[in-house]
């Protein structure tokens, strides 16, 4: 089993920055695929983007340009950057991981609550 444990979230003003961390623990037996998804309330879990073992990434439209999502494989961190944040940015956001390259992918932390305002 692995666990997953966000950490780094709060209150952030609009343009501001933030930094999301997650890592990972338990029996990881190789390189994991990890992602980022967020639920704002009132709508569906949606992907935000994610990151495979050899640091190639893709991104949700609503955020490329302006998330970066990086990784350190010796940590089994992975971490989220946001920059420019708006207030449609304002959501529980979800680390997800696992060995199978399909979305979403078994293992899911518990969340960490974003909120943009001013």
């Known amino acids: 089993q692995v666990q997953l444990v966000e950490s780094g979230g709060g209150l952030v003003q609009p343009g501001g920055s933030l930094r999301l961390s997650c890592a990972a623990s338990g029996t990881i037996r190789s390189i994991l695929y990890m992602a980022w998804y967020r639920q704002a309330p009132g709508k569906e879990r949606e992907f935000v983007g994610r990151i495979a073992g050899g640091g190639m990434t893709n991104y949700a439209d609503s955020v490329k340009g302006r998330f970066t999502i990086s990784r350190d494989n010796t940590k089994n961190t992975v971490y989220l950057q946001m920059n420019s944040v708006k207030s449609e940015d304002t959501a529980v956001y979800y680390c997800?991981?696992?060995?199978?390259?399909?979305?979403?992918?078994?293992?899911w932390g518990q969340g960490t609550q974003v909120t943009v305002s001013s």
């Open positions: 997800n991981a696992g060995y199978r390259s399909g979305l979403p992918y078994d293992y």
